[in-house]
């Protein structure tokens, strides 16, 4: 990515926005218009892919990139690592005379095979076959990445086995989406829906993130290896002012967004809103939505550019979920929902009968599916960063709930009890016979304390990290309200009146499940006691939350639908188990070394220093403050003695856990006795930061990385 003077004059934004994309516009005025309508119907899911067709779009996907400067090709897939991965090929090929062409065939677009054996695979590699490959995702868009090693082509693909089992967060997610499509369709054909083909999953990523300054981040161990902060005292202020919050944006920070914004716009990535958020240099991005996969592509590539632009400021970008303690941590906000090929939202309340007991059902589906796979939504959420903020009010209380709104609660409630609803205007409604109240966009109450809130025409999942992939939240949304799309679609095929059963059905729906709507302040301790009250699972942890994937009703969830096998969800298990392990090992193991390479001796150094003064101010004879520079010596050194022995417990502890053989005991070790001192190690340190010398202390502190930009 090299810099570029933006001019918008010069080059109308229209120009740029998509120019590094091999987007649908470049398709059709390119490709011959038999090929191009051919691979609409593979995009459509109507088709299979046939060589003759990947070879001419292959030839046209180089030309066209070759054109804007491209050496290289790859395809880009998404291991569960979480991150992306590739590997770059480059398109020559040498020819007898010591010449090259430029080459790029069908078959190496449709199909890859990465030396793949040190990705994370559970188990499932090392069973059957090491082999890997990558296989095109013809519904994401090609696209040119242009950085330090020249351009390169990308093509989105999915990963997996030898055997066919999914190694990436992209099979489950297509599956899920061919799986919600099937089902919402069954039940929009029977409310009398005959021109939609196809009813798409949709997600718009709001991404939180911090800057810090780079030659700051350069001098933190615990930022360039954890990605967070293991250390660090609070200056005197922090968010408190909450003047940072939609502030106005600083001049280094307005550069990189408009930097940011640029790229993105040439990826054909819809950036549309940027501000301030709550704690002192945080921020957010928001795209326009899409189709959940490209809507996860996008938001993979978000966070890779935001990175990479960053750094060209001499910043760093934080997208850990809480890099500081003491101010808010990072979220991913996933807005959610269903749409059709003609552009219905099925969530849109609408004005007409049909659209009404269209939104109701979609609705009533939506609740059960939450409430009944509470548990593996709370998993779709967890990663080790965001233990750190569910229920730490500042993000979502661990428990799942659904906001809907007074009115729409209302309304659902009325419905329950066969009571008559009166609309805003007045009358009153009988369902299918006249309409909803039109729900105001932004209903009433705009709750940001609920993990699941409606907002007018789209579910809003607030829990989502903000590091981590929104395939596996999108993955399970799909499932979960698929299979209860499935069910109620059978009952209204045997029915012979639609708009008595779906009234039953939203009935009887919002009876069973009404426990899981919650429309009050997520962050009051009242709610703590009121959903134990309700018996809705309060899964603390992430370790806690990871059994969820491998549970009865998940194995029977996922492989009822094909969307994940048994030992692909036994495989995630274990990498999720693993992961956890490994990251807080990672994390106790540079605090141990920050406190024994860094912060003793600076501590020894410092106190030296003041015991040499007190020596020599007694050898001179001096006795005023002699005793009080005794006594801020010994307090140091008290706080000296805790953290050396909770730095040793801690040293004991890691030891301990990294030699537990099971996964699921190990993660648990690391949970509860490794993670626990970690606090305690720090309580100690941050105490000493606060006593040290200024100059003395060893590395930069929250002051700088919190309120220099
Ligand atoms: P907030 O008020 O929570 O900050 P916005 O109203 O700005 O959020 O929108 C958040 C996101 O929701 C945007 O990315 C937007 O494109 C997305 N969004 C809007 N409609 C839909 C929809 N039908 N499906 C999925 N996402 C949507
Ligand atoms: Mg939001």
Same mark, same amino acid.
């Given at each position: 990515?090299?810099?570029?003077?933006?001019?918008?004059?010069?080059?109308?934004?229209?120009?740029?926005?998509?120019?590094?994309?091999?987007?649908?516009?470049?398709?059709?005025?390119?490709?011959?218009?038999?090929?191009?309508?051919?691979?609409?119907?593979?995009?459509?899911?109507?088709?299979?892919?046939?060589?003759?067709?990947?070879?001419?779009?292959?030839?046209?996907?180089?030309?066209?990139?070759?054109?804007?400067?491209?050496?290289?090709?790859?395809?880009?897939?998404?291991?569960?690592?979480?991150?992306?991965?590739?590997?770059?090929?480059?398109?020559?090929?040498?020819?007898?005379?010591?010449?090259?062409?430029?080459?790029?065939?069908?078959?190496?677009?449709?199909?890859?095979?990465?030396?793949?054996?040190?990705?994370?695979?559970?188990?499932?590699?090392?069973?059957?076959?090491?082999?890997?490959?990558?296989?095109?995702?013809?519904?994401?868009?090609?696209?040119?990445?242009?950085?330090?090693?020249?351009?390169?082509?990308?093509?989105?693909?999915?990963?997996?086995?030898?055997?066919?089992?999914?190694?990436?967060?992209?099979?489950?997610?297509?599956?899920?989406?061919?799986?919600?499509?099937?089902?919402?369709?069954?039940?929009?054909?029977?409310?009398?829906?005959?021109?939609?083909?196809?009813?798409?999953?949709?997600?718009?990523?709001?991404?939180?993130?911090?800057?810090?300054?780079?030659?700051?981040?350069?001098?933190?161990?615990?930022?360039?290896?954890?990605?967070?902060?293991?250390?660090?005292?609070?200056?005197?202020?922090?968010?408190?002012?909450?003047?940072?919050?939609?502030?106005? !944006?600083? =001049?280094?920070?307005?550069?990189?967004?408009?930097?940011?914004?640029?790229?993105?716009?040439?990826?054909?990535?819809?950036?549309?809103?940027?501000?301030?958020?709550?704690?002192?240099?945080?921020?957010? !991005?928001? /795209?326009?939505?899409?189709?959940?996969?490209?809507?996860?592509?996008?938001?993979?590539?978000?966070?890779?550019?935001?990175?990479?632009?960053?750094?060209?400021?001499?910043?760093?970008?934080?997208?850990?979920?809480?890099?500081?303690?003491?101010?808010?941590?990072?979220?991913?906000?996933?807005?959610?929902?269903?749409?059709?090929?003609?552009?219905?939202?099925?969530?849109?309340?609408?004005?007409?009968?049909?659209?009404?007991?269209?939104?109701?059902?979609? =609705?009533?589906?939506?609740?059960?599916?939450?409430?009944?796979?509470?548990?593996?939504?709370?998993?779709?959420?967890?990663?080790?960063?965001?233990?750190?903020?569910?229920?730490?009010?500042?993000?979502?209380?661990?428990?799942?709930?659904?906001?809907?709104?007074?009115?729409?609660?209302?309304?659902?409630?009325?419905?329950?009890?066969?009571?008559?609803?009166?609309?805003?205007?007045?009358?009153?409604?009988?369902?299918?016979?006249?309409?909803?109240?039109?729900? /105001?966009?932004?209903?009433?109450?705009?709750?940001?304390?609920?993990?699941?809130?409606?907002?007018?025409?789209?579910?809003?999942?607030?829990?989502?990290?903000?590091?981590?992939?929104?395939?596996?939240?999108?993955?399970?949304?799909?499932?979960?309200?698929?299979?209860?799309?499935?069910?109620?679609?059978?009952?209204?095929?045997?029915?012979?009146?639609?708009?008595?059963?779906?009234?039953?059905?939203?009935?009887?729906?919002?009876?069973?499940?009404?426990?899981?709507?919650?429309?009050?302040?997520?962050?009051?301790?009242?709610?703590?006691?009121?959903?134990?009250?309700?018996?809705?699972?309060?899964?603390?942890?992430?370790?806690?939350?990871?059994?969820?994937?491998?549970?009865?009703?998940?194995?029977?969830?996922?492989?009822?639908?094909? !969307?994940?096998?048994?030992?692909?969800?036994?495989?995630?298990?274990?990498?999720?188990?693993?992961?956890?392990?490994?990251?807080?090992?990672?994390?106790?193991?540079?605090?141990?070394?920050?406190?024994?390479?860094?912060?003793? /001796?600076?501590?020894?150094?410092?106190?030296?220093?003041?015991?040499?003064?007190?020596?020599?101010?007694?050898?001179?004879?001096?006795?005023?403050?002699?005793?009080?520079?005794?006594?801020?010596?010994?307090?140091?050194?008290?706080?000296?003695?805790?953290?050396?022995?909770?730095?040793?417990?801690?040293?004991?502890?890691?030891?301990?856990?990294?030699?537990?053989?099971?996964?699921?005991?190990?993660?648990?070790?690391?949970?509860?006795?490794?993670?626990?001192?970690?606090?305690?190690?720090?309580?100690?340190?941050?105490?000493?930061?606060?006593?040290?010398?200024?100059?003395?202390?060893?590395?930069?502190?929250?002051?700088?990385?919190?309120?220099?930009?």
């Amino acid at each position: 990515m090299e810099e570029k003077t933006i001019d918008f004059i010069k080059t109308p934004l229209s120009e740029v926005y998509g120019e590094n994309c091999f987007n649908d516009a470049v398709m059709r005025t390119r490709l011959p218009k038999s090929i191009y309508r051919e691979l609409k119907e593979v995009q459509k899911g109507n088709k299979k892919l046939s060589l003759e067709v990947a070879e001419v779009v292959a030839s046209t996907m180089k030309d066209w990139a070759i054109e804007k400067g491209a050496t290289h090709y790859t395809h880009w897939f998404q291991p569960m690592t979480g991150l992306t991965a590739e590997k770059h090929d480059s398109f020559i090929s040498p020819t007898s005379d010591g010449k090259v062409i430029l080459e790029f065939s069908g078959k190496e677009l449709i199909k890859g095979e990465p030396d793949a054996s040190s990705f994370p695979s559970g188990g499932l590699r090392a069973t059957f076959e090491a082999r890997g490959y990558t296989a095109w995702d013809t519904t994401s868009p090609a696209f040119l990445m242009n950085d330090n090693t020249g351009v390169t082509l990308k093509i989105p693909t999915a990963f997996f086995a030898y055997t066919g089992e999914a190694l990436d967060k992209k099979v489950p997610l297509i599956k899920s989406m061919e799986v919600i499509n099937r089902e919402a369709l069954r039940v929009i054909r029977l409310l009398g829906n005959t021109t939609s083909e196809k009813v798409i999953p949709t997600a718009g990523a709001e991404q939180e993130y911090f800057l810090v300054d780079k030659s700051f981040f350069d001098k933190r161990m615990d930022l360039f290896l954890t990605g967070r902060t293991l250390f660090g005292a609070m200056p005197a202020k922090g968010q408190e002012m909450e003047d940072h919050y939609f502030g106005p !944006i600083k =001049l280094r920070v307005a550069d990189f967004m408009r930097e940011l914004n640029y790229e993105l716009w040439r990826l054909g990535i819809s950036a549309k809103t940027q501000h301030n958020e709550v704690a002192p240099n945080q921020f957010e !991005i928001a /795209p326009i939505y899409s189709t959940v996969n490209v809507a996860t592509d996008h938001n993979q590539l978000t966070m890779e550019v935001i990175q990479k632009v960053a750094n060209r400021h001499n910043l760093v970008a934080l997208l850990h979920e809480k890099p500081f303690a003491g101010v808010n941590g990072s979220g991913k906000h996933n807005n959610w929902s269903l749409s059709t090929d003609d552009g219905i939202n099925l969530l849109e309340p609408g004005d007409s009968p049909h659209q009404n007991i269209q939104f109701l059902i979609v =609705l009533s589906a939506i609740i059960k599916a939450v409430d009944k796979y509470a548990p593996l939504l709370r998993w779709s959420a967890s990663n080790t960063g965001n233990d750190h903020r569910l229920g730490a009010n500042e993000a979502p209380p661990a428990i799942i709930s659904i906001f809907l709104g007074s009115e729409l609660t209302d309304i659902l409630e009325k419905l329950s009890e066969n009571k008559p609803v009166k609309s805003t205007n007045g009358n009153y409604l009988e369902l299918g016979v006249n309409s909803l109240p039109k729900l /105001p966009k932004d209903s009433t109450d705009r709750n940001r304390t609920s993990p699941f809130a409606f907002t007018g025409n789209k579910f809003e999942f607030r829990m989502v990290p903000s590091s981590g992939s929104i395939s596996m939240p999108n993955t399970v949304l799909n499932a979960v309200v698929a299979d209860v799309l499935s069910e109620f679609a059978s009952e209204l095929e045997k029915s012979k009146d639609i708009t008595g059963t779906i009234k039953e059905i939203v009935a009887r729906t919002y009876k069973n499940h009404k426990k899981i709507i919650f429309n009050g302040n997520g962050y009051a301790d009242e709610w703590l006691k009121e959903a134990e009250k309700r018996g809705l699972p309060n899964i603390k942890s992430t370790v806690e939350s990871i059994p969820a994937l491998v549970s009865e009703s998940s194995i029977n969830l996922f492989t009822k639908y094909n !969307i994940m096998t048994k030992e692909e969800l036994e495989s995630r298990y274990t990498i999720y188990l693993e992961k956890y392990s490994k990251q807080i090992n990672i994390e106790a193991g540079v605090m141990i070394d920050m406190v024994r390479l860094e912060i003793i /001796p600076a501590v020894l150094k410092y106190t030296g220093k003041c015991a040499e003064v007190i020596n020599s101010m007694t050898a001179a004879g001096i006795k005023n403050g002699i005793g009080e520079q005794r006594e801020m010596l010994e307090q140091m050194m008290k706080n000296f003695e805790e953290l050396k022995y909770s730095t040793d417990l801690l040293a004991k502890e890691l030891l301990n856990a990294r030699s537990v053989e099971d996964y699921l005991s190990q993660a648990k070790t690391y949970h509860e006795k490794v993670f626990p001192l970690m606090s305690r190690v720090r309580l100690y340190a941050d105490a000493l930061e606060k006593m040290t010398g200024k100059e003395d202390w060893p590395f930069p502190t929250y002051l700088d990385l919190l309120f220099k930009i």
